[in-house]
């Protein structure tokens, strides 16, 4: 699935990295707490959350994330932005809540950490 | 940058406690720097995930620290050195989910008692030792050589 798709699924706004809609996300996963994404995450993830702090975008940097959808209507601060950009990972904002965002997601067939997708 | 007759690059980093809006630069320049000297993707995410968390508890919990960074040809060794209240239980604090963490540290996402746990974890060696009301110190290896990985 393509950000262009994910962006267009969830009625996302981009907040950084407009040039990157061709890139392919593969798997996602959503969390608020960083210490859990920096357990659980794996590189090349699509990360969901509701944290929009700057350690957002720091934490998706070090475990390799290719990009960054904001739930419940959040934007990162300005050093947020900043660092996305030096470091090329695209921030999406949706207004939906996690469960719906995710929700929407997995149903149109992207997969979790796991790999586990939908029941036919 | 430092390099000895050993062929050795050591980098020394300082962490201030508390600061928050800086939490997680020194990691990112620790990631920087290995992915400049062409270290293999899997090996650079797991250490920059350990720095990062190590990092994190200096600011969380310490009022200074210490990081250096030492690459040899075989491994990478961080060195974490802080000057805080230490730790009182190193077992209780190595549990997963335990945590002495404020609402200040969980607004930033942290303090889910993950910490020390996934230092471990994404390391092929972990040493913790801590004397309370001194400090903590961290000595994390992780190895180069595919052979002497766990």
């Known amino acids: 699935m393509t950000l262009k798709e994910i962006k267009e699924l969830l009625l996302a706004e981009i907040v950084s990295g407009e040039d990157c809609l061709d890139l392919e996300i593969t798997f996602a996963g959503g969390s608020d707490l960083m210490s859990d994404v920096l357990a659980f995450g794996k590189p090349g993830i699509l990360l969901l959350t509701g944290l929009s702090n700057a350690q957002s975008v720091r934490t998706a940097n070090i475990i390799d994330a290719k990009a960054i959808v904001y739930v419940r209507g959040k934007k990162p601060d300005n050093t947020g932005i900043k660092l996305a950009r030096e470091k090329g990972i695209p921030l999406l904002s949706t207004k939906y809540m996690m469960y719906t965002a995710c929700g929407l997601l997995f149903s149109n067939g992207l997969p979790g950490v796991s790999g586990l997708l939908p029941r036919k | ?150």
């Open chain 2, 1 to 150: 940058m430092m390099m000895s007759d050993k062929n050795e690059l050591s980098h020394h980093f300082e962490i201030n406690g508390g600061d928050f809006s800086n939490a997680g630069r020194i990691s990112t320049s620790i990631k920087e720097i290995l992915q400049e000297i062409g270290i293999d993707s899997s090996i650079i995410v797991r250490a920059a995930i350990a720095s990062y968390e190590a990092e994190m508890n200096v600011v969380m919990y310490a009022q200074r620290g210490v990081f250096t960074l030492n690459i040899t040809p075989e491994k990478l060794l961080l060195n974490l050195e802080d000057e805080g209240p230490g730790i009182e239980n190193i077992d209780l604090a190595m549990k997963e989910g335990f945590s002495t963490a404020t609402d200040e540290m969980r607004e930033m996402g942290f303090g889910a008692g993950m910490g020390l746990p996934n230092i471990k974890k994404n390391a092929d060696k972990f040493d913790i030792s801590s004397i309370p009301g001194k400090g903590t110190s961290l000595k994390i290896t992780i190895c180069l050589d595919r052979t002497e990985r766990k």
